[in-house]
């Protein structure tokens, strides 16, 4: 929807990780709806090579992310009403104890961190 604000993000994960990382995006996901995101996504990459007939070949989110043959390139997103609501929303998000639990940080995350890519984004067009 017009108005609307979105966090964006590009990683990769490793094939042999893609469990762990549903597995903690399914946590996340239940956390941030808990405190008023409108939608919550994660995407695994599926057609990632895409020709484009007629024209220059595009950059694909296999080179943007720098994904290697043992890698999966991840496009994820929440939605929120704006930026003052997605604001508020993270702050929340940040305090709440799943988020720090002592054991997420002995685990480890199941992507690498330095790589991902994120950012916020007005929604401009939309239904």
Not at 8 to 24: A, H, I, Q
Not at 38 to 55: H, I, N, R, T, W
Not at 89 to 104: E, H, S
Request: proline share 6%; net charge positive; hydrophobic share 35%.
């Amino acid at each position: 929807m017009k108005g609307t604000y979105v966090d964006g993000f590009l990683l990769v994960v490793p094939k042999d990780k893609v469990n762990d990382y549903k597995k903690m995006a399914q946590k996340a996901k239940k956390i941030w709806l808990k405190y008023g995101a409108l939608d919550y996504k994660e995407c695994m990459g599926d057609d990632l090579e895409p020709s484009a007939p007629g024209g220059p070949k595009p950059r694909t989110f296999i080179a943007a992310a720098r994904a290697k043959e043992d890698e999966t390139v991840w496009f994820s997103y929440i939605v929120y009403k704006n930026r003052k609501h997605r604001d508020s929303v993270n702050a929340k998000v940040m305090k709440d104890p799943a988020m720090n639990d002592p054991n997420w940080e002995k685990k480890g995350m199941p992507f690498d961190m330095k790589r991902m890519c994120f950012g916020g984004f007005k929604v401009e067009v939309g239904i």
